[in-house]
Structures are given as structure tokens and as C-alpha cells.
T-cell receptor
Framework: EAQVTQNPRYLITVTGKKLTVTCSQN?????MSWYRQDPGLGLRQIYY???????DKGDVPEGYKVSRKEKRNFPLILESPSPNQTSLYFC????????????FGQGTRLTVV | AQTVTQSQPEMSVQEAETVTLSCTYD???????LFWYKQPPSRQMILVIR??????QNATENRFSVNFQKAAKSFSLKISDSQLGDAAMYFC???????????FGTGTSLTVIP
């Protein structure tokens, strides 16, 4: 089954404790991206990747890191989480062609206390 | 600047009635693609419908259709015969070939009243 798999789905952590949210897709998509969703703000892009070893900042990259060592995986790293990073996070992937849709993971609800 | 505006944070509709969700966007490009996504309480993002900017004909998928007005940069979603399962957050988005990014609006929360 074609899918984007995100883990974990829920995470509660403490301020400053490094964490990684994993994202993997099995559709051979070139494009992968991370978003955070906050009430009233919609989906804001954190980072994106056009292909392996190619990543770039989105609209809200501060406090986040990503890597794209393999085509299928695009982990999101929070080196020192803070309470303002409490949010719902989505990973998405797509083919490079602009007429193709984005496929989304199930979302990760992160709470930083 | 590439922006997408959904001016209706919340809307409601009676079951079996029709509702239209509005979306406007700002781009200087002539070639782009437009999408509506549905996010039910399960949080899963589901593609509802897409529209190519070069096509004049409005896209239709069963009870869902769009009213695409390129000159006005407007891309509204019409839901006919609304069902309880249509209750969700709806996001409008577009994507351009030059930057290949998805730009999302802030969403419209749709309530369906039995």
C-alpha cells in the first residue's frame, strides 16, 4: 500500500530533550516536506527536500533540522525543543512534477512541557 | 509573495444542502495547480479535488466541484448534498512548476448539521 509513515503519532517531552520524528514513504517520491499545523495558522512549511542530499528552509525553520540521506526517509529533528514547538506535525511527499498531489503522513502530536 | 487566503475560518451547512468554501491566492505565475484537501477529526489529510490553471473547465469529483476563476485568482469548493461525513477542516493549496512548493491556506472548519 502506498503510504507515508510518520512516527510517533503522539509524543510528550520536556524542554531541551532532543527528539526525532521519523517519516518514510514507499512511493519513490522525490519531494518531501515537513509542516506544522497550529489553530488559525493552517499548515506552515518547516523544511523541504527536492531529492537526496538536497534540503531547504521553509517558512518556519527555526529550531528544526532535517536530513535526506535516502530517498524514502526524511526525519525531523528538534535538537532542543521548547514549548512553542508544541504543535501537530505532518510529513508529506510528492513527485517532483507540480501537477501531482502531496501525500501526507498521519501526523505527530507533539507536546513540549 | 505566494499566499493563499481562506477568509472563512468556520462554516456550517444543513445536511443535504449545498455549501461553498472560498479560497483566493496570489501568484505572478501563469502555470500552477490548485488543490483542496479535507482533514477529518482523524487528522488524515485527504485530497478532495485538483484543478489545473490552464484548464478552463472546472473540476468535478462526485458531489465536490470547484469554481475556478483565474483572472480573479479564486478557487472555491462547492459541496452538494452535504453529508455528516463531510464535516472536517478543508485546506486550499496551490503549487507552481517553478518553485514546486505547496502553499496552503489557513483552513475552513465545516460543520454539518443533521
Amino acid at each position: 500500500e502506498a503510504q507515508v509513515t510518520q512516527n510517533p503519532r503522539y509524543l510528550i517531552t520536556v524542554t531541551g530533550k532532543k527528539l526525532t520524528v521519523t517519516c518514510s514513504q514507499n512511493m519513490n517520491h522525490e519531494y518531501m516536506s515537513w509542516y506544522r499545523q497550529d489553530p488559525g495558522l493552517g499548515l506552515r512549511q518547516i523544511y523541504y527536500s527536492m531529492n537526496v542530499e538536497v534540503t531547504d528552509k521553509g517558512d518556519v525553520p527555526e529550531g528544526y533540522k532535517v536530513s535526506r540521506k535516502e530517498k524514502r526517509n526524511f526525519p525531523l529533528i528538534l535538537e532542543s525543543p521548547s514549548p512553542n514547538q508544541t504543535s501537530l506535525y505532518f510529513c508529506a511527499s510528492s513527485f517532483y512534477a507540480a501537477n501531482t498531489e502531496a501525500f501526507f503522513g498521519q501526523g505527530t502530536r507533539l507536546t513540549v512541557v | 509573495a505566494q499566499t493563499v487566503t481562506q477568509s472563512q475560518p468556520e462554516m456550517s451547512v444543513q445536511e443535504a444542502e449545498t455549501v461553498t468554501l472560498s479560497c483566493t491566492y496570489d501568484t505572478s505565475e501563469s502555470d500552477y495547480y490548485l488543490f483542496w484537501y479535507k482533514q477529518p477529526p482523524s487528522r488524515q489529510m485527504i485530497l478532495v479535488i485538483r484543478q489545473e490553471a490552464y484548464k478552463q473547465q472546472n473540476a468535478t469529483e462526485n458531489r465536490f466541484s470547484v469554481n475556478f476563476q483565474k483572472a480573479a485568482k479564486s478557487f472555491s469548493l462547492k459541496i452538494s448534498d452535504s453529508q455528516l461525513g463531510d464535516a472536517a477542516m478543508y485546506f486550499c493549496a496551490y503549487r507552481t512548476p517553478t518553485r514546486n512548493q505547496f502553499y496552503f491556506g489557513t483552513g475552513t472548519s465545516l460543520t454539518v448539521i443533521p
